[in-house]
């Protein structure tokens, strides 16, 4: 059975510092895989995806994730964060083969300070 | 743009009552799901439909059962509400396209069961 790991739940960084969340996936097929975030009182909505092709994708908001087929991750990225990225950020995966089934991660806070 | 609309925000009721959650879309979306969010277990699947009339079980059916008489709407229905079952629940829709296309999110509805 497919299941994605978020490493951290709770992040608390200043405006500024870069960021990294890390996102694991168990499945040995082909995966699409999709980053969602939910702003405080938001809807949940799409960051950035993968299909195919170059595996650092990028998103909105200067957001970017680098998918690497060999360690099952596909890793969150923002260079400098904003007081503005206080969300929480959901890493998720469906198989080609699944079906219409897509894996949800538990989620990660992330807090920015101003 | 893509709009999902789920019935009510919030929402409270008393254990054994029987509960009517309501998604509706408007872009033409085969597949509809239904989820339900909890602090660190992230998103579970409870039933999706990929066409109207057809469903299948998420990986937390019990307790719950869903309709879909028409393409934009899509009901998530628990038959006897429980005390367990107080949640934040997410209504989202895709197309059916070959690379399992982006979900779009309902604004959610926070239930609480007495």
């Known amino acids: 059975a497919q299941s994605v790991s978020q490493h951290n739940h709770h992040v608390i960084l200043s405006e500024a510092a870069s960021l990294e969340l890390g996102c694991n996936y168990s499945y040995g097929g082909t995966v699409n895989l999709f980053w969602y975030v939910q702003y405080p009182g938001q809807h949940l909505q799409l960051l950035l995806k993968?299909?195919?092709?170059?595996?650092l994708v990028k998103g909105i908001k200067g957001f970017e994730a680098e998918f690497i087929k060999s360690k099952f991750s596909f890793n969150l990225r923002k260079p400098s964060v904003q007081w503005s990225d206080t969300a929480e950020y959901f890493c998720?995966?469906?198989?080609?083969?699944?079906?219409?089934?897509?894996?949800f991660g538990a989620g990660t806070r992330l807090f920015v300070k101003a | 743009d893509v709009k999902v609309t789920q019935s009510s925000r919030y929402l409270v009721k008393r254990t054994g009552e029987k509960v009517f959650l309501e998604c509706v879309q408007d872009m033409d979306h085969e597949n509809m799901f239904w989820y339900r969010q909890d602090p660190g277990l992230g998103l579970r699947l409870i039933y999706f439909s990929y066409d109207v009339k057809m469903k299948e079980k998420g990986d937390i059916p019990e307790g719950y059962s869903v309709s879909r008489e028409k393409k934009e709407r899509f009901s998530l229905i628990l038959e006897s509400a429980s005390t367990n079952q107080t949640s934040m629940y997410l209504c989202?829709?895709?197309?059916?396209?070959?690379?399992?296309?982006?979900?779009?999110f309902g604004p959610g509805t926070r239930l609480l069961v007495l």
């Open positions: 998720a995966v469906n198989a080609r083969d699944g079906g219409f089934k897509t894996i």
């Open positions: 989202a829709s895709s197309f059916a396209g070959p690379f399992h296309e982006t979900q779009y």
């Open positions: 993968y299909f195919s092709g170059d595996p």
